[in-house]
């Protein structure tokens, strides 16, 4: 089993279970056997461009939250090794914003959750069509953030592909571009297991204890982990690890489920090309 998993939310972001306690967080990784772990809460913004609710914490919970993740870094030295860290998106002009959250903090997992369009709006996975212009975008972006030496992880890589009807030509060039990028910089990519939580775990809003058999017949329905995405992948000399992506309650003991069926929709001929890393 991979022994650490550096993507974990809190009840600070909004959309995480709001009586899930950081500490609670901590017990369940060890209670899993894993030895290391990070949280990575979604970013606040210096300058609030991502107007949404619910979707990320204040800048001024920073300190807060920094604090809490230390004096339990602290109380469970010993057991668990527990790093800091944020999720953030990158944008052009916020280079040093997100180089002062870096700096504060253990991991940056980059989760480009959006892409401005030509007129500086922003276009969001999941909510929005992007055109193929955007969507190469995307992968500029996470170069751009590569570049600049901001993440440690790239998490769900292959998250474009919400609301694409096929993995054509464009989603192709995409994954590529991206590859090529974490190739040249050697960033990890991450097998995100969250999308697979949410389309078979949870339902309505809880966890349902189906058995596994069961919750193989909604594999369908899963955008990412991208069986097309990780075949590319595989092609190149890229370092790749598995993250939960933790919000709720229940989601860090299934890891072995998840990574199970993320398995299974990649396929085991591109799974064992793959190079999983022990990251530290
Ligand atoms: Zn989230
Ligand atoms: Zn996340």
Redesign the pocket.
Known sequence: MQEFNY?S?TYRCGHADLDFTDEEYVEAYIKMGFKRMAF?D?CPEKNEIDKRNQMRMKYSQRKEYLESIQALKEKYAGQIEIQSGY?VEYLPGEEENLKELKAETDKL?L?QHFVYDDYKNLKIHGRDEFSDKELLRYAEYIEQAMKYNIPDII?HPDIYMFKRKEFGEIEAKVAHHICQSAEKYGIPLEINL?NIFANTYYENEKLNHKPIEEQRKNLGKVIYPCKEFWKIASEYDIHVVYGI?A?HRGQIELFNEFVELANEIIGKDVIEKLNFVDLK
């Open positions: 993507h939310h990575t979604h999720e997992v989760g998490a969250n992506d919000h």
